[in-house]
């Protein structure tokens, strides 16, 4: 009978702002969004702050928080431990109380399922995220519809995604933190036609790297309202892309931050880079 009323008990605890019901503590909900673009519903997974009251004019900060290929919209939370982290930086003060959205853009069998940010044939997973994604967020979530108040990060994949997507939609965040960020590939001809060619091809042809060496004034003036910033390993693979990006834009006076840490490609990186991206974003947001 008591471990039945503390269950009870934890359970109010926990019950879900969509009941008009403050949130005593932060957690990760699970949510979908359905998705005619790609024909379904997209999983992702939620972080919602203590306190957080779907019944109230509160609004909050939103981070897009992406992750990588081989992974899926769970990482975050599973290996990643990102609820302990984000609670912690909160609860210090080091960063405001923030909505952070982990959707789904990958599967572990990386050669049979899709995988990437970017639209493929038959995958339009840029046009879901901006048109179907962002607009199903802010109309489901208490969270700010405005540039100033809206970042996007992920590592790996999604740390190139989070720079392209930066690129390309300069109007909708205020900074971009990309880890360990895969900001382009190689396509040979050998390689089996599959999905993981796809996703390949989609990283060239979505290279950020010849996006800053083909950019007009305009543009450039565009990707001068976002901070940018760069975070990887100095026993990263993927390093060069990085120093290389860093020092095109700085060419084209276009500010961005570059830090070459001690490191390699894996969650151990990762998981501190949250603590140093989460404070740069929200230093970034509109106060």
Known sequence: MKKALLGLLAGLLLLPAAFGQPLRQSVIRADQVESPLLGGPVDINVYLPAGFDA????????????????????????????KDVVDELIASGEIVPMVIIMPNAGDPDIHNNWNGYFNMPGHPYEDFFFQELIPTVEARYKVYGDKQHRAVMGLSMGGGG???????????????????????SSVREDMEKDKFYLVNKAVREHSALDFIDNADDETLARLRTVKWFFDCGDDDGLMDLSVALFQKMRAHRVRSELRIRDGWHGWEYWHTALRLSLPFASRNFAK
């Open 55 to 82: 019944a109230s004019d509160v609004k909050y900060p939103v981070v897009y928080l992406l992750h990588g290929l081989y992974g899926t919209y769970k990482d975050w939370a599973t290996t990643g431990h990102m």
């Open 162 to 184: 989070s720079t392209v997507y930066a690129q390309r939609h300069p109007d909708m965040f205020s900074s971009c933190y990309a880890m360990s960020a895969w900001l382009d």
